[in-house]
């Protein structure tokens, strides 16, 4: 097998960030496409993960959050506490997570992780990012129910799409002889 050059490295995290970066920035002009934008970019980071290259994935991720931060100034939490780093964690799970136990444990401190995130996220974009009016008030009432029970849910199904996308990605990158 030829070794991976640093210089394929550096250039599949480049385009990696400038895809990301992009799409967040444009996710963060029209707050129907910051959806959109949190999942491109974490669709983007999937790609360097797609050779292994877990250091040219994070620091995709760190790029592309700068690189959106003045744009999208408090509207890029989400991706930063979380969308961002799932790829990389999904990444590192499957790598190094074989038995059924720890897989379990894995899926349960994501899922927490995501709740906290998200909790996070709504008191960010509704408080300083003044995006209240985007959500609808029983969300505001009942916000713990939304996002502990419906936010794990929504988690589940969408961890296990993530790693069904990593899984088309790399069969996609892995045509890439470097």
Request: glycine share 6%; charged share 15%.
């Amino acid at each position: 097998m030829k070794k991976k050059s640093r210089s394929f490295e550096i250039a599949l995290s480049a385009m990696a960030c400038a895809v990301a970066a992009a799409f967040l920035m444009l996710g963060s002009l029209n707050p129907y496409l910051l959806a959109t934008g949190y999942l491109v970019g974490a669709f983007a980071l999937m790609v360097p993960l797609s050779k292994g290259f877990i250091w040219g994935s994070a620091l995709a991720f760190v790029a592309a959050s700068l690189l959106s931060l003045p744009l999208s100034l408090w509207k890029i939490v989400p991706f930063a506490v979380f969308f961002g780093l799932h790829p990389i964690v999904n990444y590192l799970q499957r790598k190094y997570v074989h038995k059924k136990f720890f897989i379990g444990i894995c899926e349960a401190a994501k899922a927490v992780w995501f709740d906290c995130a998200m909790l996070l996220s709504w008191f960010v974009l509704t408080n300083m990012a003044g995006m209240a009016e985007v959500f609808s008030d029983w969300i505001g009432e009942y916000l713990y129910l939304v996002i502990f029970i419906g936010g794990t849910l929504f988690f589940l199904a969408y961890d296990a799409m993530m790693f069904l996308c990593q899984k088309s990605a790399d069969r996609a990158i892995e045509r890439i002889r470097r």
